[in-house]
């Protein structure tokens, strides 16, 4: 098993930043990529950035491109969200994902999770 654990999350303004960690432990030579998925309240949970194992190669969301930064440390498990120019529509649980496999732009059964950090932005 996969165990992650977030942290990073709280209120900011309109205009400001944020960063998220999420540490991974356990077995995670398993794990194809991490990221970020997110949850507003009433909507669905959308994917939000994912960063490859292997290559570090970094998909976006077309809601976040050229604001957020997913980047990650192998020393030491952690997979980091940058968000800068945060917007009152980022409101939202966070949560970090963990794949076994691809793709990364929707969620799977095989799916490891975090228990979610809170972001808002207000106006």
């Known amino acids: 098993q996969v165990q992650l654990v977030e942290s990073g999350g709280g209120l900011v303004q309109a205009g400001g930043s944020l960063r998220l960690s999420c540490v991974a432990s356990?077995?995670?030579?398993?794990?194809?990529?991490m990221g970020w998925f997110r949850q507003a309240p009433g909507k669905g949970r959308e994917f939000v950035a994912h960063?490859?194992?292997?290559?570090?190669?970094?998909y976006y969301a077309d809601s976040v491109k050229g604001r957020f930064t997913v980047s990650r440390d192998n020393t030491n498990g952690t997979v980091y969200l940058q968000m800068n120019n945060l917007e009152p529509g980022d409101t939202a649980v966070y949560y970090c994902?963990?794949?076994?496999?691809?793709?990364?732009?929707?969620?799977?059964?095989?799916?490891?999770w975090g228990q979610g950090t809170q972001v808002t932005v207000s106006s």
């Open positions: 994902n963990g794949k076994k496999y691809p793709p990364v732009f929707v969620t799977t059964v095989s799916d490891y």
């Open positions: 356990g077995r995670t030579f398993n794990i194809y990529a």
């Open positions: 960063i490859k194992r292997s290559d570090s190669t970094t």
